[in-house]
Each structure stands twice: as structure tokens, then as C-alpha cells.
């Protein structure tokens, strides 16, 4: 509810501060856009830009420009109002980072899964969780990774998403063609996922066709990427 609030607000001045800033120069608007752009193009070769890591560093040019963007509200209440706005939502917000925050386990996983993980084994990892296993993963050899569902959600409708059976399945068979001849007795089958309900789908389906399986779960933290289970 709050960043219902707060986030259409912040939007709305922070576009008003990138006028005003592009009519008294371009310093600003080149202090976040050229930071985050390499950040972006280097993240292409090395899987480096972790959205509240390295943003961080552009972060007082998005005050700044905010800053100049409350400042154009000419209306004294409304200027205010959005103010004590902004000052409520970041305590709240800090708050909940400070005393309530659980970091994520998504390098302990991925730790473990090199630990145990052979050469010959099939790896699926779920969209939600694929980036950050791949940035801890050291590993000498290249796992062949399988992600799940093929090409990420955006591209899948609702009813996919939300585990309907006819068009979970045809998710799950593609995924199968692919995977099913590549796992023998010499190998293993991994699922590194997301809880969401089409992958309780393939849970489910992989248990029917494999024999000893075992499913591995990790507390939950404040990533909402993060992995939850193996």
C-alpha cells in the first residue's frame, strides 16, 4: 500500500527534477545514466549488476535531481505534503531493512551446488533465481544450465504462471524433450527454484518420473529472487 502511494509520487517529481535539471544543464543526468549504462553493458560479460549494490553509487544524483524536482512544486502544501511523504516512507522503509531484513541464501546454495554437483550432471534453474546463482558460481567447469521457464514469465501468459493444467504442461513437455535423454544412471537431475506455481508444477512431475528424489529447502530471505530450494 505504501509503495502505492509513494512510488507514483517519487515518479512524477523525480521527472519534473529531470526537466528542470536538462534546462540548467546535463551534469546530473549524466552522473546516473553513464555509472548505471557501464554497469549494465559490463553485466553482459560478468553477471556484476545486482540491482541495490552497485546503484549505489548514483544515488546522490537521484536525490539531487528529486531534490531540485520538489523543489518546482510552487504550491507550499503540496511541496510539504510530499515531503513529510517521502521523509515517512524512508523511515519505514529503513526500518524494515535495519530490524527486519534476512539476508538470502542464494550463495550458500549456489556453494553447495558446486560442492556436490558432477560434470555430467543436468542443471535446471528456475528465471527467478538463474542470475544470482550464476554470479557465485566458481566453479573450473561450466555447468549446462536449463532455465526454466524457457525464455522467463514475460514471455508466458497468466494462466501459465498460475499452474493451469493445460498450459503448465505444455511448459513442463518442453522442458522434458530437452532434459529427459540427457539424465541416465550416471547422472543427476537438478532443479534450483523459485517457489512459484508453475515450477510446484514441475515439482510435481519430476517426483513421477524420477525415483529418489530429495528437495532441499533454505529460509527464506529479503531477496525476492532468491533461491528456496533444490
Not at 14 to 29: A, D, R, T, V, Y
Not at 89 to 100: E, V
Request: aromatic share 16%.
Amino acid at each position: 500500500l505504501i509503495l502505492k502511494i509513494v512510488a507514483p509520487l517519487f515518479v512524477i517529481i523525480f521527472l519534473i527534477g529531470i526537466f528542470e535539471s536538462l534546462k540548467q544543464g546535463i551534469f546530473l543526468l549524466t552522473y546516473i545514466i553513464v555509472p548505471l549504462g557501464l554497469a549494465f553493458i559490463v553485466s553482459y560479460k560478468v553477471p556484476v549488476y545486482v540491482p541495490g549494490r552497485y546503484d549505489i553509487m548514483v544515488f546522490p544524483a537521484f536525490c539531487l535531481i528529486t531534490a531540485v524536482g520538489l523543489k518546482r512544486i510552487r504550491i507550499r502544501f503540496l511541496q510539504y505534503f510530499a515531503l513529510i511523504i517521502f521523509i515517512l516512507s524512508t523511515l519505514f522503509f529503513l526500518y524494515h531493512y535495519y530490524f527486519t531484513y534476512k539476508k538470502s541464501n542464494d550463495k550458500i546454495v549456489s556453494e553447495y551446488v558446486q560442492e556436490n554437483m558432477g560434470k555430467k550432471d543436468v542443471l535446471v534453474v528456475t528465471e527467478l533465481s538463474i542470475t544470482p546463482f550464476e554470479y557465485y558460481w566458481k566453479k573450473e567447469f561450466q555447468p549446462k544450465i536449463f532455465q526454466f521457464p524457457e525464455g522467463g514469465r514475460d514471455f508466458l501468459n497468466k494462466e501459465a504462471l498460475d499452474g493451469e493444467e493445460k498450459y503448465a504442461d505444455l511448459e513442463i513437455k518442453k522442458l522434458a524433450l530437452k532434459i529427459y535423454p540427457l539424465v541416465n544412471k550416471n547422472n543427476r537431475l537438478w532443479l534450483i527454484y523459485h517457489p512459484i506455481v508453475l515450477v510446484d508444477r514441475l515439482i510435481e512431475r519430476l517426483k513421477e518420473d524420477f525415483d529418489n528424489s530429495e528437495v532441499i529447502k533454505f529460509s527464506p530471505g529479503n531477496n525476492l529472487n532468491q533461491i528456496y530450494g533444490i
